[in-house]
Every structure is written in structure tokens, then in C-alpha cells.
């Protein structure tokens, strides 16, 4: 069976860091890009950081750069999300997202794991 395990979410104040982990199993990782969306209450789900599978490219949306950080273990078949300097808007239900190749920000993604809560205090 294809799992995608969400995991770290938690508590924390504005400034403060957070790391999550998303542990695959089911399917050979390294031909997968690896993306983490979340969505706030009453917001759309949007794409926040990807790394590609054939060239290991990282992407990021606007609001995190700088302050986010996508790798990949492969030995672990886990992919991490740094998340340093946390603001108040980051707070939403973080998913984890795998689909052959390249990234993308499509939410067809083929696998979807079940997703971890983040929330930043002020």
C-alpha cells in the first residue's frame, strides 16, 4: 500500500521553527516530486515548497522563501520542511503530495498523505 506520513506539526510562537517530516513508503520515491501544500481555515490549499525527483530542484511559493527549506533523505525515503522564522499566517494543515517527475502546484497530485496541523501564536 502507498503511504505518505505526515508528521512534527505542532505549537509554537511567532519566530519560532518547526520541522516536518513525510515518511513514503509504497512506491519508489526517487522518481517523485515530493510537494508540501497546506490550507488554512476558510483559504484555498496552496503549494508551499516542492523538490523534484530527476534534477532535485526546489521550489518555493512567495510567502515562505527565505525562511523555508525542503531536502530529501533518500536513504530514509523522507522528505523534510524546515520552517524557521514562523509568522502567524503560516497556521494551516500541512499535506504532503507526491507525483511522478518534475514539480508542479497541481492538486492532482497522484498521492496524498493525511496531513499535520502547524499553528503559530502571536
Known amino acids: 500500500d502507498v503511504q505518505l506520513q505526515a508528521s512534527g506539526g505542532g505549537l509554537v510562537q511567532a519566530g519560532g521553527s518547526l520541522r516536518l517530516s513525510c515518511a513514503a513508503s509504497?512506491?519508489?520515491?526517487?522518481?517523485?516530486?515530493i510537494a508540501w501544500f497546506r490550507q488554512a481555515p476558510g483559504k484555498e490549499r496552496e503549494g508551499v515548497a516542492c523538490?523534484?525527483?530527476?534534477?532535485?530542484?526546489?521550489f518555493y511559493g512567495d510567502s515562505v522563501k527565505g525562511r523555508f527549506a525542503i531536502s530529501r533523505d533518500t536513504a530514509e525515503n523522507t522528505v523534510h520542511l524546515q520552517m524557521n522564522s514562523l509568522k502567524p499566517e503560516d497556521t494551516a494543515v500541512y499535506y504532503c503530495?507526491?507525483?511522478?517527475?518534475?514539480?508542479?502546484?497541481?492538486?492532482?497530485?497522484?498521492?496524498w498523505g493525511r496531513g499535520t496541523q502547524v499553528t503559530v501564536s502571536s
Open positions: 503530495a507526491a507525483d511522478p517527475g518534475v514539480c508542479s502546484d497541481y492538486l492532482g497530485q497522484r498521492y
Open positions: 509504497g512506491f519508489t520515491f526517487d522518481d517523485y516530486a
Open positions: 523538490i523534484s525527483s530527476a534534477t532535485r530542484a526546489t
